[in-house]
């Protein structure tokens, strides 16, 4: 039984499509407009370490996708949104999907 557990969390590890990059969600105090959007956007767009960034401005969210490897700290998307003028709410981490 530790066997298949062992050889199940190698290929967890091993293979790509089970390799887990990161989805950020962060809702974003101030956020009204299609305006604050892409200023947001466009600012988590030059971070190296986002592959993707979405923006949902009826909830006030924006998700982010790590990227493989990479790694986004909660100060530095504070930082990042903070210096674009907004404050954050709520930063909420899970596996890529
Ligand atoms: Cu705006």
Known sequence: MKFYVAIFLMCMFATP?????EDITV??????????????KKTFGK???????EVDLEHKRVSLKVRQGA???????TTTINDAGY???KIERGPHA
């Open 17 to 21: 499509t089970f390799a887990r990059a």
């Open 27 to 40: 809702t974003v105090k101030g956020m009204v407009c299609s305006f604050c959007a892409q200023g947001i």
């Open 47 to 53: 971070n190296v370490g986002v592959a993707e960034v």
């Open 71 to 77: 790694t986004l700290s909660d100060e530095s998307i």
């Open 87 to 89: 404050d954050v709410l």
